[in-house]
C-alpha cells in the first residue's frame, strides 16, 4: 500500500539544468509534505517542506510545487549541481498519528 | 558535533542473537523515532516517542523492543533475530511532535545484517 510514490527510480541532469522530481500520494489527509536528500552511507537530511495551504514553497534553488488536486508535488533544483547528485525522498504527513510516510526515494545524477 | 547519533554504524550478527542500537540525540529534542529501510528501499516508520512516552508503534514484531531511558536517547533491542531483520534502522528526532516546521533530524544509520 504505497501512499506516496516516486515512480521514477533515477534521473539524470547536466550541471547548470534544471532537475525536476516528482512525487504522487494517494492519501486525502495528507496535509504536510517534506523532501529529503540522501547521500550515500548518510541520514537523509531535510530539504524543504510545503504545507496543503500553499501551492509553492521556494528556498534558494530548490523550489517545491504542490498541486492538491492532482495530489502531486515535484521539487525543481535550478542550476543543478553535481554535489546535487544524491537520492531524494518525498514524504508526507498528516490525519491524527503525525507520523511520515516516504516515498521509494528518486537517485538524481547530476553530471559536470 | 554529531545531531543525531547512532551506533553501531555496522553490525553483522547470526539468527537467534540478540542486539541493540544506541540512539542519542543533542538537539534538545522532544520527539525521537525508529526507522527502517528494507531492501525495497521504503523508509517505514516503527516506533515514536516523546518525552519517552510511545506514541507510535507500527505493526513490528515483538521481538522489536525501543526503550526511552530519557528524551535525548532512544536504543532498540532486537530479539531472538531473524535472517529478514537485515535492513538499514535510521533513528530520527524532532522537535515537536507532528508540528509543522518540525523536521525530522535523522542519524547516519545502522546496517544490520543476519547471517
Known amino acids: 500500500d504505497q501512499q506516496v510514490k516516486q515512480n521514477s527510480p533515477s534521473l539524470s541532469v547536466q550541471e547548470g539544468r534544471i532537475s525536476i522530481l516528482n512525487c504522487d500520494y494517494t492519501n486525502s489527509m495528507f496535509d504536510y509534505f517534506l523532501w529529503y536528500k540522501k547521500y550515500p552511507a548518510e541520514g537523509p537530511t531535510f530539504l524543504i517542506s510545503?504545507?496543503?495551504?500553499?501551492d509553492k514553497n521556494e528556498d534558494g534553488r530548490f523550489t517545491v510545487f504542490l498541486n492538491k488536486s492532482a495530489k502531486h508535488l515535484s521539487l525543481h533544483i535550478v542550476p543543478s549541481q553535481p554535489g546535487d547528485s544524491a537520492v531524494y525522498f518525498c514524504?508526507?504527513?498528516?490525519?491524527?498519528?503525525?507520523?511520515?510516510?516516504f516515498g521509494k526515494g528518486t537517485l538524481l545524477t547530476v553530471n559536470p | 558535533d554529531t545531531a543525531v547519533s547512532q551506533t553501531p554504524k555496522y553490525l553483522v550478527t547470526q539468527m537467534g542473537n540478540d542486539k541493540s542500537i544506541k540512539c542519542e540525540q543533542n538537539?534538545?529534542?522532544?520527539?525521537m523515532y525508529w526507522y527502517k529501510q528494507d531492501s525495497k528501499k521504503f523508509l517505514k516508520i516503527m516506533f515514536s516517542y516523546n518525552n519517552k512516552e510511545l506514541i507510535i508503534n507500527e505493526t513490528v514484531p515483538n521481538r522489536f523492543s525501543p526503550k526511552s531511558p530519557d528524551k535525548a536517547h532512544l536504543n532498540l533491542h532486537i530479539n531472538s533475530l531473524e535472517l529478514g531483520d537485515s535492513a538499514v534502522y535510521f533513528c530520527?528526532?524532532?522537535?515537536?511532535?507532528?508540528?509543522?516546521?518540525?523536521?525530522?533530524?535523522f542519524g547516519n544509520g545502522t546496517r544490520l545484517t543476519v547471517t
Open positions: 538537539l534538545g529534542h522532544d520527539t
Open positions: 510545503i504545507s496543503s495551504i500553499k
Open positions: 530520527a528526532s524532532s522537535q515537536k511532535n507532528g508540528a509543522y516546521n518540525s523536521p525530522l533530524h
Open positions: 514524504a508526507a504527513s498528516g490525519g491524527s498519528n503525525y507520523k511520515l510516510t
